[in-house]
Every structure is written in structure tokens, then in C-alpha cells.
Nanobody, 125 residues
Framework: VQLQAFGGGLVQPGGSLTLSCAASGRTFRNSVAGWFRQAPGKEREFVAAISWIGVNTIYTDSVKGRFTISRNNAEATILLQMNSLKPEDMAVYYC???????????????????WGQGTLVTVSS
């Protein structure tokens, strides 16, 4: 699986942004898809994940109600719709794929075998 994330940019606090991740490879359809982020000086953290067929999702508490993850397996894309952005959301965002992933491992970065290159989200007025 190869992943390429894009869509980052500068947005004002309270604004919205949608990140996209284009995937290739046969295993993608059988992979849990996730988004992680890493702010300067901080460790990479889990943001959201979605199941193989897109029915189940999970979010870190700080983005619940503001972010929405979705996927389109036919188009091999993963989206992260981000609303009500806050300065603390500023980070490099990475999409990742966890082949045949189990629910218990969705939030653990080391379980994700494939990673995109990251896209920078800056939240500032």
C-alpha cells in the first residue's frame, strides 16, 4: 500500500479544512485507515481511524464532534474533515494503513504498516 496525503494549509481558528489521502495497492481495501498527527516537539498521536468497509470509526477525545473520518474504497481515498479548528490542532498530519487491523490496535501507531508523507496544518490568525 502506498499513501499520499494532501490538503494541509493555513486556516484561522474556528475554520475548516479537509485532508485527503490517496491510496494504492490491493491491501488497502482490507486495511484499517487512520490519521495521526505530530506537533513540533511532541510525539506522534492518534487522531482517528475507520474500519475496512467504513462502518466503524474511532476518534481521540480532543477531536470528537469536530473531525470526521471517511473512506471510499472504490476511489481508494481517505478523508479527514476538520471543523472548528483550534491552535492546538496545528501539526503535521499523516494517513496510515493497518492491514487486517483489529479494533484493539487502531490507536497504536506501531500497528500501522504503511504511512503517507504527511501534510502540514497550521491554525493561526
Amino acid at each position: 500500500v502506498q499513501l499520499q496525503a494532501f490538503g494541509g494549509g493555513l486556516v484561522q481558528p474556528g475554520g475548516s479544512l479537509t485532508l485527503s489521502c490517496a491510496a494504492s495497492g490491493r491491501t488497502f481495501r482490507n486495511s484499517v485507515a487512520g490519521w495521526f498527527r505530530q506537533a513540533p516537539g511532541k510525539e506522534r498521536e492518534f487522531v482517528a481511524a475507520i474500519s475496512w468497509i467504513g462502518v466503524n470509526t474511532i476518534y481521540t477525545d480532543s477531536v470528537k464532534g469536530r473531525f470526521t473520518i471517511s473512506r471510499n474504497n472504490a476511489e481508494a481515498t481517505i478523508l479527514l474533515q476538520m471543523n472548528s479548528l483550534k491552535p492546538e490542532d496545528m501539526a503535521v498530519y499523516y494517513c496510515a494503513a493497518y492491514p487486517f487491523g483489529s479494533v484493539s490496535g487502531w490507536q497504536t501507531a506501531s500497528n500501522y504498516e504503511y504511512w503517507g508523507q504527511g501534510t502540514l496544518v497550521t491554525v493561526s490568525s
